[in-house]
């Protein structure tokens, strides 16, 4: 049975900084490819918004403009933890922040690429 459990989420005002992890079983996570998303209050689920993505061997990364230069994602294997780390944050990166895993390779930015969801971390960003 595939769990993502998220932790890390919590408030901080705009400028400020936070690292999400995301830790992962049931998966061989070393071949995983792994992508955050964030759903905002009032949206649904089908329009979750694509954060980020890393491949297999944490090397490679995709971000949406939206964020770029400002988060990063790092992937231990050994750990089998993904992090998203988040700076400059701002009012409007407030959401429920989602770590997916997909069975296939590559790091697309479509929610129905991801397979196994965790149950989402909340991120609140004050002005």
């Known amino acids: 049975q595939v769990q993502l459990v998220e932790s890390g989420g919590g408030l901080v005002q705009a400028g400020g900084s936070l690292r999400l992890s995301c830790a992962a079983s049931g998966l061989t996570f070393s071949s995983s490819f792994m992508g955050w998303f964030r759903q905002a209050p009032g949206t649904p689920e089908k329009e979750r918004e694509f954060v980020g993505a890393v491949n297999w061997s944490g090397k490679i990364t995709s971000f949406a403009d939206s964020v770029k230069g400002r988060f990063t994602i790092s992937k231990d294997n050994a750990k089998n933890t993904v992090w998203l780390h988040m700076n400059s944050l701002k009012p409007e990166d407030t959401a429920v922040y989602y770590c997916?895993?997909?069975?296939?390779?590559?790091?697309?930015?479509?929610?129905?690429?991801?397979?196994?969801w965790g149950q989402g971390t909340q991120v609140t960003v004050s002005s």
């Open positions: 997916a895993a997909r069975r296939g390779v590559g790091i697309p930015s479509g929610p129905n690429e991801y397979t196994y």
